[in-house]
C-alpha cells in the first residue's frame, strides 16, 4: 500500500482516516489539527486528536459525532451541582483520556510522544501525531471579541460571525521530526474534507509543514485535497458561514481556491459537478464522486477513490 | 455555644468535628491538615479536608471511610485500562470536588478561599479552613528511603517503619488569617483524636499556629486534646506503630506527653483509666470517658464531653 499521510480536523477528517484506515492500515499517518487544544480543569484536552484515534479504535460515539460510545456522565453531573462550567461536556470514561494525557505530560513526555503511546494502548495500527509539539491556539475575531476556538465552537454554539482568525504561536511553532518524516516519506498526502480555515489552518500555518508539502510535490508526490463543503454547506460546524464572512466563495470552490496554491487534486461530491470546469480553471485536477460517508462502507469507498485519484495524478507528473 | 476551633486530621478529626457540628453550629471551626494534599493528574487533591468536608455534609460513605456515599468509579476504570497508576482511588463523584477546585485555584483564588467557598455549596454550618494557604509536605523517611506522605499512606499500605518526618515548607508557611481569627476568637480548643505525628503535627508546626495556641492559654482559653491510641492501638491508620518507630510510648500516654507543653486537659479512653495518674502527672487534667465514636450519638455525645470538660477547665483557670 502507498505511505499516505492526511492533514486532518476532527469529525470529517476522522471519517476519511477510518476509510483510509481500511484501505492502507499502518501504512496510514494522520497529522492532525491541535490548534483547537485547550486545558480545562487543568486537564490538557485534545478535541480533534481524540476525535481522530476514538474513531480509528472502533471507540467512538458515532450519534452523538464526538467522544466515547457506552459514556457516562457521572463527573459532569457533579460538577454541575457544584456550580462548575460545565459547557465543554467531559464523559467519565473520556475523561480517563485526559486524566493519563495530563499525566504523561506533566512527566515531561512531549505531546507526540504522548499521542503515539495512546494509539499503541487504543490499538491502533495507524500512525496519529500532533501537528507540532508546541502550543499553537486558533483564535477568532468576532463580533463578541477575540475568542478562543473551544470558546466560540461549543460554548457559544458558534453563533457569533467570524471576521477574522489567528493562529497564536504559529509563526514559531515547529513541525515535530515525527511528521517531517511521515510527510518526507509519504506516497500520498490528502487533506481531510475538514474545515479549511480552522481545522486545516493551523496545520499549513506551521512552516515546517508547508516547506514539507513543497518538498513532496518537487519529488512528484500528489497533494489530493476533499472538499467539507457540499451543494456550498458545511457537512458538519460552521466552514460554510466562515467561509461566507471571512470574503471567500461559500462553495467547494472557495474551498479549492484556499487550497489551489500547494494542491494537485480536488474531491468535489457528485452535487457539485458544475464546479468542476472553475476547479480546473485554477490548475488543479479533479474527482466527482459521493464525499458524505455515513457509514463505514462509504468511508472505505471514498478513501479508495480517493488514494487512487492521488496515484494517478502522480503517474502523470514529470 | 462557645466559639470551638478544632485541629484535626482525617477520619477520627471529621467524627469529632461531626459531633462538635451537632452541639455547636456555626460556633464550630475545624483547622485541617493540609500536609497530606497532593496533585495527582493535575488536580488538587486535598485528602483530610475533604474527609471534613463530605462529613460534615453528610455524604461521606461511613462504610468505605473515606470518599463519597453513592459513588461509581467508572473514570479510575478506564484509567485502568489505559496504563495509569490507579493507587489512589478517586471516586466519579469525588473527582468534580477536584476538578472544580483546581478550576478554582487556576482562577488564583487562596486555598482557604475555596475551602470556604466549597463548605458553602455543600451547605455545611460550620467552618473548615486549611492549616495555612501556602505549600506544606509532610515527608516520611522510612525504610524505603524519603516517601511523600500518600506515597507511603496509600500507595505503600504504611507498611515500611517511619524513621522520621519533616514537614516540607513548614517553616516558611504562614497561618491564614481566618485561621489566627478563628483561633483568637476562640473559648475553646480541641485537637482531635487523630494521628499526633502526622495529622496534628504539621498544624501545630506553622510557627503562626503554635503562637495562636499560646495566645489562646493566655487568655485562660483552653486546649483539650483527645487520644487517638486507645488500649495502645490507633484506632485507625498507623499511629501506633508511628509512635514506637520514632522512639514515643505507644499509648495514650504517649500521646499526652506530645501535647503537655502546649495543651490544659486530655481525654483518655476508660480502656486507657490506669493512665490516668502519669497523664496528670504532666500537668493536664484529664477526662476518661468512651471515645470510640461508631455512630452520630456516641460523636455528639463525646463531643459534648469534650466541650463541657474544657469549659471546666476554663472556669478554674486564674
Redesign the interface.
Known sequence: MPRVVELAGGVGGAKLADGLLAELGADLTVVVNSGDDLVL????IWPDHDTVAYTLAGLDDVDRGWGLANE?W??????A?????TWFRLG??D???H??R??RL?DGARPTTVALE?AR?LGIAATILPMTDDLVRTELRTDDGWLEFQEYFVHRHQAPEVREVRFAGADRAIASAEVVAALDAAELIVIAPSNPIVSVGPILAIGGIRDSLERARRRAVAVVAVSGIVAGRALKGPADRMLASLGHEQSALGVARLYAPFTDGFVLDRLDAELRPAVEALGLASLTTDTVMTDDESRARLAAEVVAFGRSLEAVRP
Request: hydrophobic share 45%; glycine share 8%; net charge negative.
Open positions: 480543569h487543568g486537564l490538557a457516562s457521572t463527573v459532569m453531573e457533579r460538577l451541582e457544584l456550580g462548575d462550567e467519565d470514561r475523561l480517563a483520556t486524566l493519563w495530563t499525566d506533566r495512546l494502548i
